[in-house]
């Protein structure tokens, strides 16, 4: 658990923040455990050396997260989350809250060590997944999780 100090920093408002945003934006009908495993993905991304050491660095980029792309469609919504309606400003509001739960969280909390990649179930499994492992998540919304295939 993070310390109250580093509750109020600067940087740790900047990484809710933006961990908000790109759960708000990329999760938002998946409720608040599909969520939640986005988030995780993004703690993850943060914690590991192949990725930048702070979230806005992570989700922020190009082609890593699809709503900070300038084509997707929710890019013009993160400006203003709570603008766009009560639905919205309500699931922003989960966002926000599991992005300080997750940011806040032990390790021994991580339901999903080593997951660093998802992508809709909707669409067909990009070639960067080919040689990846389908982690298996009971109600992890309309995402595939999957995590680098053991080399056993």
């Known amino acids: 658990?993070?310390?109250?100090?580093?509750r109020i920093s600067p940087a740790f408002i900047?990484?809710?923040?933006?961990?908000?945003?790109?759960?708000?934006a990329e999760a938002r009908g998946e409720?608040?455990?599909?969520?939640?495993?986005?988030?995780?993905?993004?703690r993850n991304r943060v914690r590991d050396p192949r990725w930048p050491n702070t979230v806005r660095g992570v989700v922020t980029q190009p082609r890593q997260f699809s709503c900070w792309?300038?084509?997707d469609p929710n890019?013009?919504?993160?400006?203003?989350?709570?603008?766009?309606?009560?639905?919205?400003?309500?699931?922003?509001?989960t966002a926000l809250r599991v992005a300080i739960e997750v940011l806040t969280a032990d390790e021994k909390d991580n339901p999903i060590p080593?997951?660093?990649w998802y992508y809709?179930?909707?669409?067909?499994?990009?070639?960067w997944a080919a040689h990846m492992e389908v982690?298996?998540?009971?109600?992890?919304?309309?995402?595939?999780?999957?995590?680098?295939?053991?080399k056993a």
């Open 1 to 6: 658990m993070a310390t109250d100090e580093h």
């Open 14 to 24: 900047i990484d809710a923040w933006y961990m908000a945003l790109t759960i708000w």
């Open 31 to 42: 409720g608040e455990r599909g969520m939640r495993y986005v988030a995780w993905v993004i």
């Open 69 to 71: 792309n300038k084509t």
């Open 75 to 93: 890019r013009p919504l993160l400006s203003d989350p709570l603008a766009s309606g009560r639905v919205d400003a309500a699931a922003f509001m």
């Open 114 to 116: 080593g997951v660093f």
């Open 120 to 127: 809709a179930s909707w669409i067909k499994p990009p070639a």
């Open 135 to 150: 982690v298996p998540l009971a109600d992890s919304g309309q995402h595939v999780f999957l995590r680098e295939a053991s």
